[in-house]
T-cell receptor, first 114, second 112 residues
């Protein structure tokens, strides 16, 4: 079954620690994205990648980092510089970044900072 | 002011009711409009996609765009308990996935 797999589903972090969220897709999509979802706010784009070894900042990239070493994988690191990291994080992919808006999402990772 | 406004609800309706979900927006350059459905603790999935103004129907779902009023709607006919979810509107100028602007979502519960 093709899709996007995010792990872990739930993650707890102490302040000052970096954490990495995993995102893997087997849809053979070129483009991948990371969004953050907070109550009462729309999805906000953190980073996106159009092709392997290339990625661009989204609207709220501060305190986050990504890599795209393989087409299938787009991990997100939430660093200690992120002031308010508690949120629901969604990874998505599309055939290309110019694709007409259809994003395929994973099931999300909920990060809680203790 | 947010670029896309969506009433968060929650909205509760009895099974079989017609549901109307709405978004307003301020950017007149938006031309591509989408509705995503998100079940609890899951990722969103694309439900409807429209370009420019007009209506689009898919089964029990109808998407409507009124660009002159900067207003989009999603109608659900004969609503079912399985329609209980959060509905997110999304829109962009170019259709590019990386330029989507999302609404905050409306939480819908359909009561059996």
């Amino acid at each position: 079954d093709g899709g996007i797999t995010q792990s872990p589903k739930y993650l707890f972090r102490k302040e000052g620690q970096n954490v990495t969220l995993s995102c893997e897709q087997n849809l053979n999509h070129d483009a991948m994205y990371w969004y953050r979802q907070d109550p009462g706010q729309g999805l906000r784009l953190i980073y996106y990648s159009q092709i392997v070894n290339d990625f661009q900042k989204g609207d709220i990239a501060e305190g986050y980092s990504v890599s795209r070493e393989k087409k299938e994988s787009f991990p997100l690191t939430v660093t200690s510089a992120q002031k308010n990291p508690t949120a629901f994080y969604l990874c998505a992919s599309s055939r290309t970044s110019a694709n007409t808006g259809e994003l395929f999402f994973g099931e999300g990772s909920r990060l809680t900072v203790l | 002011q947010k670029e896309v406004e969506q009433d968060p609800g929650p909205l509760s309706v009895p099974e079989g009711a017609i549901v109307s979900l709405n978004c307003t927006y301020s950017n007149s350059a938006f031309q591509y409009f989408m509705w995503y459905r998100q079940y609890s603790r899951k990722g969103p999935e694309l439900l409807m996609y429209t370009y420019s103004s007009g209506n689009k129907e898919d089964g029990r779902f109808t998407a409507q765009v009124d660009k002159s009023s900067k207003y989009i709607s999603l109608f659900i006919r004969d609503s079912q308990p399985s329609d209980s979810a959060t509905y997110l509107c999304a829109m962009s100028r170019s259709g590019s996935a990386r330029q989507l602007t999302f609404g905050s979502g409306t939480q819908l519960t359909v009561l059996p």
